[in-house]
């Protein structure tokens, strides 16, 4: 992320939100969240964890079309305090952790076109409130995400965020979560793409490990194809305890002088759900 703009785009406040202006919407637009919608909705029960869908059920998330941010923040803000509110595209990362540290939560307005619908570098509007909204319900993680953005702050002035971006990565985007001898999705990346909710809990390709904060942190990760590396988490009382009550100074510190894990690495202390096999990573190598 580019940190040097910080000016906000034309049209969008000092703290780059913008009018969601839902009444703009094409019905095109809502044809495309409806397809989105469906197609996930139908493949997420019993992939996902419950928490997602009941999260899905006290927002009316499945009624048709875009969801009004209104009216999705009016529900939010009586369940946990949250609020949905429109930004451009991707803001600048203190702009980021500063919103979800007042629990709002930025979501892209725009919607994917056609042609981007399984794939698309910028969050869209399907991607943030399908992916990321529902959770918010989740008193334990809606805590949590109001952590992880005064962490970010923190972070920032230490010259850290990089580590810990690899925490909101690996939990909030991809993460999984066991669900007794099974395991469920719930990463906003993974549940709002219908290939990786596949991938990520089925192929024999990706390793799935037990979290841990300090390996987790250590480890890179891709942001152009299905991740190589899940992390699991027990539950989100469990993620938030083990990120809460930690001064991370320390922790920066240690990274600083240890090296970085690849992603498709395996740790000899790491608690091994699946060894993958990496058949996908390499078989998209150049040769
Ligand atoms: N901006 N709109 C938006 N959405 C994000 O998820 C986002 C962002 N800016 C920065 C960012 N994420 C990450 O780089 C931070 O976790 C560091
Ligand atoms: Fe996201």
């Known amino acids: 992320m580019a940190q040097a ?14 009018p969601q202006d839902w009444s703009a919407y094409t019905p095109g637009e809502h044809a495309m969240w409806d397809r989105l919608f469906e197609r996930q909705a139908a493949m997420l029960p019993g992939r996902v964890v419950p928490e997602f869908l ?29 609020q949905v509110v429109a930004v451009p595209g991707l803001v600048p990362d203190r702009v980021f952790f500063a919103h979800l540290a007042n629990r709002r939560f930025v979501a892209g307005r725009f919607i994917r076109r056609p042609e981007q619908i399984d794939y698309l570098q910028e969050p869209d509007v399907f991607h943030d409130v399908f992916g990321h909204v529902p959770l918010l319900t989740h008193p ?4 949590y995400m109001q952590a992880y953005g005064e962490g970010g702050l923190r972070a920032d002035g230490l010259g850290s ?6 925490l909101y990565w690996y939990t909030v985007e991809f993460g999984l979560m066991r669900h007794g001898d099974d395991l469920r999705l719930y990463g906003a990346g993974i549940v709002s793409s219908f290939g990786e909710s596949v991938f990520a809990l089925e192929d024999a390709s990706p390793n799935r490990i037990g979290f841990d904060l300090k390996r987790l942190m250590r480890t890179q990760y891709r942001i152009d194809d299905y991740q190589q590396s899940y992390f699991v988490i027990d539950s989100f009382e469990d993620l938030l305890r083990k990120t809460s009550d930690v001064d991370f100074g320390p922790i ?14 395996v740790l000899a202390q790491d608690r091994v759900y699946h060894r993958g ?4 990573a390499r078989a998209k190598m150049p040769c």
């Open 54 to 82: 009941e999260g899905l059920d006290i927002l009316r998330m499945a009624r048709p079309g875009i969801p009004d941010f209104a009216e999705l923040s009016e529900r939010l803000m009586k369940r946990t305090g949250w």
């Open 140 to 143: 334990a993680f809606a805590d």
């Open 277 to 280: 096999s990496q058949d996908h």
């Open 161 to 166: 965020i990089d580590h810990l971006a690899r």
């Open 252 to 265: 920066y510190r240690e990274l600083e002088t240890e090296s970085d894990v690849a992603p498709d690495v």
């Open 5 to 18: 703009d910080m000016t906000p785009p034309e049209g969008a406040a000092a703290d780059w939100t913008v």
